[in-house]
């Protein structure tokens, strides 16, 4: 027997689909608010929002009869029908659209709804479990001379059996705070708060709706560290416009947290940002290392999809590889003009180490380092690192003794990779010290140069600078020249399903242009008839294995471009870069910084550590007392 349900099940029914915690609640009010026109929110939350939870705008407000409109569910006023009597769902310029937050929380909850609108009296209405009473007059002591203040007491108490899959106090109290700060990143020209439990957790000040202030605003979300080292995106393609920051490589973490996407200034959550900005990055950070970065993606609201789900939280696109490939480019030509640069925390996290325990209060815990977790720098307390296998040992001390130039120079380590262009050519004594990564001074244990700038000194861990340096080379002639394949003697048969061979094989021509050439070989297996020379005596399996499994995850090939980088890296690092333990003289160690300050993405090696640490004098002076 077909039953129609009653309106307070179905209410309950699209809140276990709308809301299903207390940031999803917050997050629908906190949106209303900014569709309403707000400038400044104000959100108030005790027991992680399920005991109680507040919002308050400054927003244009609602009358009596339109908070009770407001109740009805599929009641908006953020839709509006076109010439033709019809709703464009295509044409969404609202945060949302649904009509089913207000009587979603309201079927749940215990609900105080109180709102002034401009030339009306405030009037406030109470819902208990989908019961309504009111409207009725009210005071109004709100944030603006217009705006609605919403109260939402006991959330799930009319569905008990929701409460038991809540988490703890804590838990829901992270999430509130996760969801207000992803919108208050998307709306620096709004003054947005949160209070928990009485403590004020955050107070973001409005700032002006430029990219000063939309980085004053992430710097106070993600953090100084960020907002120092921030380079600034913006680029545009086929309708869609990309602005935004994103951070240095040597600013990086060890998971994906301080990655955010904002689409017509809607935070989602997307899959398809994670393979990007690795894509992006791949050339610049370890495999388990994560950059930060703050994009928003503004385009036609009719080229992306917002009612993908309930809670607003996915989009699709509707030519993903336009800003696909708009996100990769733009990000990659932003961090190649930002030349050799290294995060500021390079130098902080040194400087921090150098302390020692001597002279740090008792209270203050160490440091933690913020980037590059894993680098071979900075071993003990005190900031020194192990010595690296050195030359022989001398009959005197490394510092007396007599300079000696390099025998063979830094050709022959690089000859059989046939680079002549990345070979140290002797330059002139330079006579002042306005390069940016100053002139060279000394070469500690074989290892690192030290360099004089105009207000500080430079120290550059050789082998690390010189990895980057010959691996860009090599880039460079791998572009240039092309891709050269060698043809297998014997043709390998790799097996797979018949679902991974149809996806390598739809990218067969791709392929070829990378120098692997498959063809199909039966049903479920892929003939490989010749494999890039460059890559040598390679699994070619276990390589089509992956690319399979990449092709399925991001929809993007990725992984054979990837592969080439990591093995130029690899050679770079092992074969062409000058090693820890060579001796350079005056000519080499200037010839490494001025190419150094020449080539894109010198700050950091291809494994993401920084080649360099630049100390400031002012810094310098602080570690010995002089300010």
């Given at each position: 027997?077909?039953?129609?349900?009653?309106?307070?099940?179905?209410?309950?029914?699209?809140?276990?689909?709308v809301?299903?915690?207390?940031?999803?609640?917050?997050?629908?009010?906190?949106?209303?608010?900014?569709?309403?026109?707000?400038r400044?929110?104000?959100?108030?939350?005790?027991?992680?929002?399920?005991?109680r939870?507040?919002?308050?705008?400054?927003?244009?407000?609602?009358?009596?009869?339109e908070?009770?409109?407001?109740?009805?569910?599929?009641?908006?006023?953020?839709?509006?029908?076109?010439?033709?009597?019809?709703?464009?769902?295509?044409?969404?310029?609202?945060?949302?659209f649904?009509?089913?937050?207000?009587?979603?929380?309201?079927?749940?909850?215990?609900?105080?709804?109180t709102?002034?609108?401009?030339?009306?009296?405030?009037?406030?209405?109470?819902?208990?479990?989908?019961?309504?009473?009111?409207?009725?007059?009210?005071?109004?002591?709100?944030?603006?001379?217009?705006?609605?203040?919403?109260?939402?007491r006991?959330?799930?108490?009319?569905?008990?059996?929701?409460?038991?899959?809540?988490?703890?106090?804590?838990?829901?109290?992270?999430?509130?705070?996760?969801?207000?700060?992803?919108?208050?990143?998307?709306?620096?020209?709004?003054?947005?708060?949160?209070?928990?439990?009485?403590?004020n957790?955050?107070?973001?000040?409005?700032?002006?709706?430029t990219?000063?202030?939309?980085?004053e605003?992430?710097?106070?979300?993600?953090?100084?560290?960020?907002?120092?080292?921030?380079?600034?995106?913006?680029?545009?393609?086929?309708?869609?416009?990309?602005?935004?920051?994103?951070?240095?490589?040597?600013?990086?973490?060890?998971n994906?947290?301080?990655?955010?996407?904002?689409?017509?200034?809607?935070?989602v959550?997307?899959r398809?940002?994670?393979?990007?900005?690795?894509?992006?990055?791949?050339?610049f950070?370890?495999?388990?290392?994560?950059?930060?970065?703050?994009?928003?993606?503004?385009?036609?609201?009719?080229?992306?999809?917002?009612n993908?789900?309930?809670?607003?939280?996915?989009?699709?696109f509707?030519?993903?590889?336009?800003?696909?490939?708009?996100?990769?480019?733009?990000?990659?030509?932003?961090?190649?003009?930002?030349?050799?640069?290294?995060?500021?925390?390079?130098?902080g996290?040194a400087?921090?180490?150098?302390?020692?325990?001597?002279?740090?209060?008792?209270?203050?815990?160490?440091?933690?380092?913020?980037?590059?977790?894993?680098?071979?720098?900075?071993?003990?307390?005190?900031?020194?690192?192990?010595?690296?296998?050195q030359?022989?040992?001398?009959?005197?001390?490394?510092?007396?003794?007599?300079?000696?130039?390099?025998?063979?120079g830094?050709?022959?380590?690089?000859?059989r990779y046939?680079?002549?262009?990345?070979?140290?050519?002797?330059?002139?004594?330079p006579?002042q010290?306005?390069?940016?990564?100053?002139?060279?001074?000394?070469?500690?244990?074989?290892?690192?140069?030290?360099?004089?700038?105009?207000?500080?000194?430079?120290?550059?861990?050789?082998?690390?600078?010189?990895?980057?340096?010959?691996?860009?080379?090599?880039?460079?002639?791998?572009?240039?020249?092309g891709?050269?394949?060698?043809?297998?003697?014997?043709?390998?048969?790799?097996?797979l399903?018949?679902?991974?061979?149809?996806?390598?094989?739809?990218?067969?021509?791709e392929?070829?242009?990378?120098?692997l050439?498959?063809?199909?070989?039966?049903?479920?297996?892929?003939c490989?008839r010749?494999?890039?020379?460059?890559?040598?005596?390679?699994?070619?399996?276990?390589?089509?294995k992956?690319?399979?499994?990449?092709?399925?995850?991001?929809?993007?090939?990725?992984?054979?471009?990837?592969?080439?980088?990591?093995?130029?890296?690899?050679?770079?690092?092992?074969g062409?870069?000058?090693?820890?333990?060579r001796?350079?003289?005056?000519?080499?160690?200037?010839?490494?910084?001025?190419?150094?300050?020449?080539?894109?993405?010198?700050?950091?090696?291809?494994?993401?550590?920084?080649?360099?640490?630049?100390?400031?004098?002012?810094?310098?002076e602080?570690?010995?007392?002089r300010?």
């Amino acid at each position: 027997m077909i039953r129609q349900l009653p309106p307070d099940a179905v209410n309950r029914i699209a809140a276990g689909e709308v809301v299903e915690r207390p940031a999803a609640a917050v997050k629908e009010l906190v949106e209303n608010a900014l569709d309403a026109g707000a400038r400044a929110i104000s959100v108030t939350i005790e027991g992680g929002g399920l005991k109680r939870l507040i919002v308050e705008d400054d927003g244009c407000g609602m009358s009596g009869p339109e908070i009770l409109m407001a109740l009805e569910r599929h009641a908006t006023s953020k839709l509006a029908p076109g010439e033709d009597g019809r709703i464009d769902l295509l044409n969404i310029h609202t945060m949302g659209f649904r009509g089913e937050a207000l009587p979603s929380i309201a079927s749940v909850s215990r609900m105080t709804l109180t709102s002034k609108a401009d030339g009306e009296d405030a009037s406030e209405v109470f819902v208990e479990a989908g019961r309504v009473e009111g409207p009725k007059p009210a005071a109004w002591a709100g944030r603006g001379e217009t705006g609605t203040r919403i109260e939402v007491r006991d959330l799930f108490h009319a569905t008990p059996a929701r409460l038991k899959f809540m988490k703890s106090e804590r838990a829901e109290t992270m999430a509130v705070t996760d969801a207000v700060k992803r919108l208050a990143m998307a709306n620096a020209d709004v003054s947005i708060s949160l209070e928990s439990n009485g403590r004020n957790v955050f107070r973001y000040a409005a700032h002006q709706a430029t990219p000063d202030g939309d980085l004053e605003r992430l710097g106070a979300i993600m953090g100084r560290e960020f907002r120092e080292n921030a380079l600034a995106i913006e680029s545009e393609r086929d309708g869609v416009t990309l602005t935004g920051f994103a951070g240095l490589p040597t600013l990086n973490r060890g998971n994906a947290q301080y990655q955010f996407l904002f689409v017509n200034g809607r935070p989602v959550k997307d899959r398809m940002l994670t393979g990007v900005i690795r894509a992006a990055y791949q050339d610049f950070l370890a495999r388990d290392r994560h950059p930060m970065a703050a994009l928003f993606v503004d385009c036609d609201p009719e080229l992306v999809d917002v009612n993908v789900h309930p809670a607003k939280t996915e989009v699709r696109f509707r030519d993903a590889g336009n800003v696909r490939g708009l996100i990769i480019g733009t990000l990659r030509h932003t961090l190649a003009a930002a030349g050799h640069r290294a995060s500021t925390t390079v130098a902080g996290y040194a400087l921090g180490k150098m302390q020692g325990e001597e002279t740090r209060p008792k209270d203050q815990p160490l440091p933690q380092p913020s980037v590059w977790d894993r680098s071979s720098l900075f071993r003990d307390s005190y900031g020194s690192t192990p010595p690296r296998p050195q030359a022989p040992s001398q009959p005197m001390p490394d510092w007396a003794a007599p300079q000696q130039p390099a025998s063979s120079g830094v050709a022959e380590d690089i000859a059989r990779y046939d680079a002549p262009s990345a070979r140290f050519e002797p330059q002139p004594e330079p006579t002042q010290h306005d390069f940016p990564l100053g002139v060279a001074r000394a070469q500690l244990h074989e290892t690192y140069v030290v360099a004089q700038t105009r207000d500080g000194i430079v120290i550059v861990d050789q082998h690390a600078a010189h990895e980057r340096l010959v691996y860009e080379q090599m880039k460079a002639q791998m572009a240039a020249d092309g891709v050269k394949r060698q043809a297998l003697l014997i043709p390998e048969v790799v097996e797979l399903t018949e679902d991974e061979a149809a996806r390598v094989l739809d990218r067969a021509d791709e392929l070829a242009e990378m120098g692997l050439e498959i063809e199909a070989f039966g049903a479920g297996a892929v003939c490989v008839r010749a494999t890039p020379a460059l890559f040598g005596n390679m699994d070619a399996a276990g390589l089509i294995k992956d690319l399979a499994d990449d092709f399925a995850e991001y929809e993007e090939g990725l992984a054979l471009k990837e592969r080439f980088e990591d093995i130029m890296g690899n050679m770079a690092c092992k074969g062409g870069a000058v090693r820890a333990g060579r001796r350079l003289n005056a000519d080499e160690m200037n010839a490494l910084l001025r190419q150094m300050e020449a080539t894109p993405y010198s700050g950091q090696c291809n494994h993401g550590r920084p080649t360099y640490v630049e100390l400031k004098l002012a810094d310098i002076e602080k570690l010995f007392g002089r300010r």
